[in-house]
């Protein structure tokens, strides 16, 4: 294949991995931008995600449209409950005290990976796309016979990749509309700004930890389901998407949704890219040189603030 | 209205108020005095619930404030302006006053007689608190506080790093609540701010209250200001 068809290819894997980054960044994000709490645990409720995608779909059996559907309705939700759960039973008791909520997580972490070993087992499971059409991709090139459009071979890509990039966005938008728009937003962006004074405003502030963490999980928990017909359900699947949501999250700024919106469609544009012509390994290393970079040159991120 | 009765609270193991009582009744201005790190700001956040109370009652009309939860005591009708002002900075105009509003679910009628109040913040509803100068901060945070309809309004030193103009209004609006029949805690540096508009004056030292004086008999003994405050 040519360069230009290649880079394309690689381009629009690029665009996969990022757009289910954005949704598991923007989770640790929001977490750590309102409570002020490092989720260690966050990896697992995205692995967590997928095992359950894995669980609905097996159990309701049928056409793969169906278990699908099924999943990505019921896991995201099933994580975030289970989420705010344990922030109930955990890290309120430690009162969000940044250092303890690290060991907390790390807790929570294993209870879940541990969990999910003794019920779902060592293998990787399956699911299957709901649909999953190969469809070939044009390329346009001059040549001697002027401006000519040709089918390389081996350039294409599957409906649901695309779809996956489509529906990172739109939940994107809708996470958007959600903080801007609605009561709950507005709560949730006052309790991260100040959260005594919102106390002092009627805010449950205890009550809004709970939603935010359950929402962060479930935001990974979507990215999974989203992930697991491309690649399968395990239950060590929580370490990437851990460490590349850091990587994101301190590239574009702690507790910055728009730097962490970029910094993960750079992050996962990059490995993709990076991987299809050179290295997985390289591309990690890459991005993780990065973040000692930005940590180095700007510590607060993209598009972090200092604070004052 | 706002009965305190001996209450005891601190920060974790520092101890910071030891036995304060003050009472404020609807249509009056009750003054803190005393000097700096003596408790008049602790005071302020033990009634809100943000510092918890150790011994000792916070009441409203009869009702209990201590025992609540920390978010129900605004919803039984207190208005907090901090110090500092606190605004939620990244948050609009607009959004800070709708903080406010949720608090005891008040509407658009609410929010007019607010704005109507300081029209200045009606052309700067779409901009971010955090870029208002100080006077139009003060004048925010002084409207969220109203949005709750309070019964009792703290005001802890809001003239504070004002310039005059902006201390007269925020002067008048005080009085103007006081006219509508709300009681008011003040803390207040500026002791010629004061006297000309409080009803009652409780000195406070050492995270307890000393005596509590007419703000007329304090204007006759000035050296009473002298020993207590020593200005």
Redesign the interface.
Known sequence: MDFGPHLMLATLEGAVIAAILVLTAMGLSIVFGVMRVVNVAHGEFYMLGAVLAWFVTSFLGGHPAIGFVAAILIAPLLVGLIAAAADQLVLKHIDYDPDRTIVGTIGILFIIQQTTLMTFGPEARPVAAPFNQRLALPWFEFTDNGFEMFWPWGLSITSYKLFVIAAALTVLVALWLFLTRT?IG??M??TQ??S??????????GLVYSCVFGLGAALAALGAVLVVPIQQAHYLMGADPLLLSFIVVIIGGLGSLPGTVIAAILIGMSDGIISVFFSPTLAKIIATFLVAMVLVFRPQGLLGRTST | MLEVKNIHSGYGPVQVLFGVSLSVNASEILCLLGRNGAGKTTIMKSI???VPITRGSVSLEGQPLHSL???????MGVG?I?QGR??????TVS?NI???L???NEGADTRDWVLDLFPRLKDRLRQQAGTLSGGEQQMLATA?ALC?RPKVLLLDEPTEGLQPSMIEQIRQVVVRMKQEGIAIVLVEQRVDAVLSIADKVTFVENGKDVQTIGAADLRDDPELLRSRLGV
């Not at chain 2, 939860?69 to 919803?75: A, I, K």
């Not at chain 2, 606190?86 to 948050?91: K, M, S």
């Open positions: 009561r507005l709560i962006r006052a700004q100040d005594e004074t919102a106390q002092a405003f009627g805010v449950p502030v | 809100m619930g943000l939860p920390t978010h129900r005591v605004p919803r907090y901090p606190r605004l939620f900075p990244e948050l959004e709708e903080m406010g949720m608090v005891r969220r709750v």
